[in-house]
């Protein structure tokens, strides 16, 4: 069973950083690009980040670039996202997904996500 | 523009078919994907391609696709049907980075 599980969300002043993290499973998840997908409270999806199965490929929404990274650890089979300059418009529910190609398509697999609030 | 719009909200009887639309420039020259979202829950991916279904999505899910807009038809439709649907497709970067706006779907 595909199981991606989200961590590192929490409580977190405007300006300052946060580091996410997805550990997955059930997969071979060097074979896969992946994804990074929010949604902001009462609101839709809103694409954040892929990356490509050997990070050749990055790509970023506008609304983080310059302020968002996102990286993979093919040894410990995690996605992470690196959160700097957070701002209220960030606050979201943060997915981790898997996609079905090595370069990014599609979303086929999602996690349960990580919680973000971006708060004085 | 990379925009993909769709109807707020739809409704239909119990066991009666419904069309949920999507347009944008981007579906010219790609495919729409479709994400069934309950409440409290995690999207699900039920349709991706020209009409492909992952396993387990019922068959009563279907795709299609004209010009700029991308149609999900579900046929039949079921009380668990009810939820949120989004489109989703590449921009010009090849990014699946375009999310609709977002159809919910009331089944009385």
């Known amino acids: 069973e595909v199981l991606l599980v989200e961590s590192g969300g929490g409580l977190v002043q405007p300006g300052r950083s946060l580091r996410l993290s997805c550990a997955a499973s059930?997969?071979?998840?060097?074979?896969?690009?992946m994804h990074w997908v929010r949604q902001a409270p009462g609101k839709g999806l809103e694409w954040v980040s892929s990356?490509?199965?050997?990070?050749?490929?990055?790509g970023y929404a506008d609304s983080v670039k310059g302020r968002f990274t996102i990286s993979r650890d093919t040894a410990k089979n995690s996605l992470y996202l690196q959160m700097h300059s957070l701002r209220a418009e960030d606050t979201a529910l943060y997915y981790c997904?898997?996609?079905?190609?090595?370069?990014?398509?599609?979303?086929?697999?999602w996690g349960q996500g990580t919680t973000v609030t971006v708060s004085s | 523009s990379s925009e993909l719009t769709q109807d707020p909200a739809v409704s239909v009887a119990l066991g009666q078919t419904v069309r949920i639309t999507c347009q944008g420039d981007?579906?010219?020259?790609?495919?729409a994907n479709w994400y069934q979202q309950k409440p409290g829950q995690a999207p699900v991916l039920v349709i991706y391609g020209k009409n492909n279904r992952p396993s387990g999505i019922p068959d009563r899910f279907s795709g299609s696709s004209s010009g700029n807009t991308a149609s999900l038809t579900i046929t039949g439709a079921q009380a668990e049907d009810e939820a949120d649907y989004y489109c989703?497709?590449?921009?010009?970067?090849?990014?699946?980075?375009?999310f609709g706006t977002g159809t919910k779907v009331t089944v009385l």
């Open positions: 989703n497709s590449r921009d010009s970067s090849g990014n699946p980075r375009v």
């Open positions: 997904a898997k996609d079905m190609e090595v370069t990014a398509t599609r979303m086929d697999v």
């Open positions: 990356i490509s199965w050997n990070s050749g490929n990055i």
């Open positions: 981007s579906l010219r020259s790609y495919y």
């Open positions: 059930g997969f071979t998840f060097a074979d896969r690009a």
